[in-house]
């Protein structure tokens, strides 16, 4: 055949990774994908189909006029003109057949959950649906990670660290090759480890929380997405946790507490909230809430506004590895250590709508998790190229 049956993958490809694309405003990502596009995807390649099919009705016209065959040999053009035809006309049927096979509730959710892991460098990917998906290696062991957004026509990028020699590397999705932002060197030679990662999309800044052999050097560092300027941001004497940055300000654990200082830098740390456990892990909801997990397996949701607590899970000995929350679906995913299953819960009426399991092997005792709501569109992208 004049074309193979690989032409029809990556036209359908291109296809919707022009579709996907077409979220984009000043070439950032709008993250989310619109209600609905599914169907409506299918219905576009159809009509696409369609259009191009119709159009070759002068495509024959010129053809027979300028370049007929005489007979009917294998080589001939117009032979070819004809093989290649059946072959889209059969796709374009395979298309519509799909299309009329999707539910009118197909899941517009999209992106992947990524699972790292401290003690190796396989990183686990499960699409929110509940597919566990070929996954990708980091280049070193994970304690830490945040996702950055697009930045630039740009894709995202995972940041993560590894502690015992601290190194923060960058590796840019889905297929980019790590590269170091900092490492232990200069002033760095005398850290410890760090506590916590996040990433300011405002200022596309990491933000790291170290803790350093020198005290005096304790506190909240920046590094910019090309690993220039390793700086502090603000040194602190206290207990450096974990960090998280919503609203303009960056939240830190400390203990029992968790504080938060704007990032601005004008002002000082306020405490937001207090417990009776050390919150081990916590994400800051866009209207201020704080859900967080404590060491006994306990998970909570606090509204400073109101200064209620809620217990969304009791306390059952599943020490709380991570939690994030999605920015598309409003979930809240919550890895336990040791535990394949990722718990969801529900950001609005904070109800458990159920769990992911990211591995059919053993689970991670020390599970990082992070969600990138367009992954699998930049992987289409890719695959298109």
Do not use: H
Request: include cysteine; charged fraction near 20%.
């Amino acid at each position: 055949m004049m074309f193979s049956s690989n032409y029809f993958t990556c036209l359908l490809l291109a296809f919707l990774a022009q579709q996907a694309s077409a979220g984009t405003q000043n070439g950032r990502s709008s993250a989310c994908p619109v209600p609905g596009r599914v169907n409506q995807k299918l219905q576009d390649l159809c009509d696409s189909l369609t259009n191009i099919i119709n159009g070759f009705d002068c495509v024959y016209d010129v053809i027979a006029e300028q370049c007929p065959c005489l007979s009917d040999p294998p080589r001939c053009f117009e032979t070819k003109v004809n093989t290649f035809l059946a072959a889209l006309q059969a796709f374009s049927t395979a298309v519509q057949t799909a299309k009329t096979a999707a539910p009118d509730d197909c899941p517009d959710r999209t992106g992947a959950v990524f699972v790292a892991s401290c003690n190796g460098t396989d990183v686990a990917v499960v699409d929110p649906n509940g597919f566990i998906q070929n996954g990708f290696t980091t280049r070193f062991s994970v304690d830490g990670l945040t996702l950055e957004s697009p930045f630039d026509n740009s894709d995202y990028a995972l940041d993560y660290y590894r502690n015992n020699f601290f190194i923060l590397i960058c590796k840019p999705m889905p297929k980019g090759k790590d590269y170091i932002l900092a490492q232990n060197r200069g002033t760095l030679m005398t850290v410890s480890f760090a506590n916590g990662i996040t990433f300011s999309t405002a200022e596309n800044l990491v933000y790291v929380a170290m803790t350093f052999d020198d005290d005096s050097l304790n506190g909240i560092y920046t590094v910019d997405r090309f690993g220039d300027n390793f700086v502090p941001f603000c040194l602190y004497e206290g207990d450096i946790g974990n960090i998280y940055i919503c609203g303009g300000y960056l939240y830190m654990s400390d203990g029992q507490e968790i504080i938060r200082k704007p990032l601005n830098g004008i002002g000082d740390w306020e405490q937001v909230l207090k417990f009776s456990e050390p919150p081990l892990e916590f994400v800051v909801l866009e209207d201020g809430r704080i859900v967080f997990c404590d060491e006994p397996g306990g998970l909570y949701v606090y509204d400073p506004a109101e200064e209620i607590y809620k217990q969304l899970k009791k306390p059952n000995d599943d020490c709380c590895g991570s939690i994030k929350v999605s920015p598309c679906d409003s979930l809240i995913y919550v890895a336990n250590k040791d535990d394949a299953d990722i718990e969801i819960y529900n950001a609005t009426s904070f109800t458990f709508v159920g769990s992911l399991t990211y591995t059919m092997s053993t689970p991670s005792s020390c599970p990082s998790i992070a969600c990138n709501p367009t992954f699998w569109y930049e992987l289409l992208k890719w695959l298109s190229n």
